[in-house]
């Protein structure tokens, strides 16, 4: 076959890579009117290629982009599954993977400017700015929507949001605080952050916990995750006594409790210490029992 003919096959055979291409460079670039011509080109050529109805989704989100701010927590759960479940899929089946993230971000950008008049409602406690700032990857703005909630420490999703907004911005060691409030709060929220955040020293921790820890085996339990990290991790008694203590819950009172007892043992005060241990031991007797056997390992 002559090398000019070859080269035309080769051509022929990649004419649909070049279209594809074309659309996936405007895309990238968010020029919606030239990603519609060469969507519109690829269709008439190719009507049959499978990644048609994923760059039309996309075409259609840059086409269909709106600034004008939300009236009701129903409009914005829509809008949030429409990225969710349309958006996401379709950029992840479209666009190269180390893009997605960046071409995603301004529409999450987009969505918490527009629920910003929307206020927190604790039966659409998802549909909110704060957790759209997030995804946004604005950490300063997802505290300042979080910041609008009245004692937003006291409800779980506006704590779940800031305590990550605290980690993201300053790191594990500034969150420390807030990660114990949570555990104590919604211990299943905690669960679900630790798990979202895939960071190396909490995954340890948290494996650590699940295998020492005597407990029920439930959920529930990591609501003693802080008090137990007293006993494992005694230099983190003073970060996590910054917590806002909830005396009506007794893994928060035992949180307390072992950071007065690690300081009454620096003292020395061995009277008020049996006082103390005793009281522990009534919050959570296999708290008390890890508590006790580092201590006896301190002393062999």
């Known amino acids: 076959m002559p090398q000019s003919m070859q080269q035309l096959d080769i051509f022929a055979d990649s004419r649909d890579v070049v279209l594809r291409n074309d659309v996936v460079e405007h895309l ?19 009507p049959d290629d499978s990644a048609l109805p994923a760059m039309t989704t996309l075409v259609r989100e840059l086409e269909n982009e709106s600034s004008l701010p939300l009236t009701d927590h129903a409009e914005l759960a829509w809008v949030l599954r429409h990225l969710e479940d349309a958006v996401m899929p379709a950029a992840q089946r479209v666009l190269p993977a180390p893009d997605v993230h ?14 910003a008049p929307l206020p ?4 659409h406690s998802e549909s909110h700015a704060a957790p759209l700032w997030l995804r946004a990857g604005n950490w300063a703005a997802a ?7 009245e004692s937003w420490w006291r409800i779980p999703s506006p704590l779940a ?11 594990l060691d500034a969150a420390w605080p807030l990660f114990a409030e949570l555990a104590w709060l919604a211990p299943s929220r905690f669960a679900a952050l630790i798990a979202g955040l895939r960071d190396a020293s909490l995954d340890a921790l948290r494996r650590h916990f699940d295998a020492d820890f005597s407990g029920t085996g439930e959920i529930e339990d990591y609501t003693w995750f802080p ?27 035992a949180t307390a409790l072992l950071g007065e007892i690690l300081r009454r043992e620096h003292e020395g005060d061995q ?3 049996v ?3 005793e009281e522990l031991s009534r919050l959570h007797t296999g708290l008390f029992d890890a508590y006790m056997a580092t201590r006896k390992v301190q002393h062999r």
């Not at 927190?120 to 039966?123: L, R, V, Y």
């Open 102 to 115: 960046a071409w995603t971000t301004p529409c999450w950008r987009s969505l918490a400017q527009r629920a």
């Open 161 to 171: 949001w800031m305590t990550e907004a605290r980690y993201r911005a300053g790191g």
């Open 143 to 149: 505290t300042d929507a979080i910041n609008t909630i």
């Open 28 to 46: 990238q670039r968010r020029h919606a009117e030239d990603a519609r011509t060469s969507l519109t080109q690829l269709a008439s050529e190719y």
């Open 120 to 123: 927190f409602c604790a039966t």
């Open 227 to 253: 008090a137990w990290l007293v006993v494992v991790k005694p230099a983190l008694a003073s970060r996590l006594g910054e917590a806002r203590v909830q005396r009506d819950l007794p893994a928060s009172r």
């Open 271 to 273: 009277y008020e210490l």
């Open 275 to 277: 006082t103390l241990r």
